[in-house]
């Protein structure tokens, strides 16, 4: 991906994204290695190719805090799953797109996590990022 270089404050950022993969799902250790599971990986491609057709996000960054909400499909949910276990990801990918500065408690003050439906997280996910003063 490549780095996002304007800077803008007051700016709210939505980026609909793939069904986060759990984080207890995200890690693996083989042989005392620690490395990024099967699962993450084919996320993190899959959401790659749905940010690329989703240009509103070029350009913009948070500088300082903000807050996350993320907005889960609940038809895409298994029943079972841990909700609370859903943020990591999505806040991790905001970092790794720039358009976080990090995903600490330094920076991301409130966040929520919704159920919603294809209308409102068409694609499993919507993350929704707004800088706080």
Known sequence: MPPVS????GIDIELDLP?????NKIWR????????????QRWQKAADALTLTQPQWRNKHIPGRY????????GMLN????????????????KRLGLVVDDSI?????????LGNDENAPTGARLILRSIK
Do not use: M
């Open 19 to 23: 069904l986060p993969t759990s984080v």
């Open 79 to 94: 029943p079972v799953s841990d909700g609370d276990n859903l943020l990591k990801v999505p806040l991790d990918y905001a």
């Open 67 to 74: 807050t996350a909400t993320l907005i889960i499909n609940e």
């Open 29 to 40: 250790v083989s042989r005392g290695q620690v490395y990024r599971s099967r699962a993450y």
């Open 6 to 9: 304007a800077t803008t404050f």
């Open 106 to 114: 330094k920076y991301c003050r409130d966040w929520h996590i919704k």
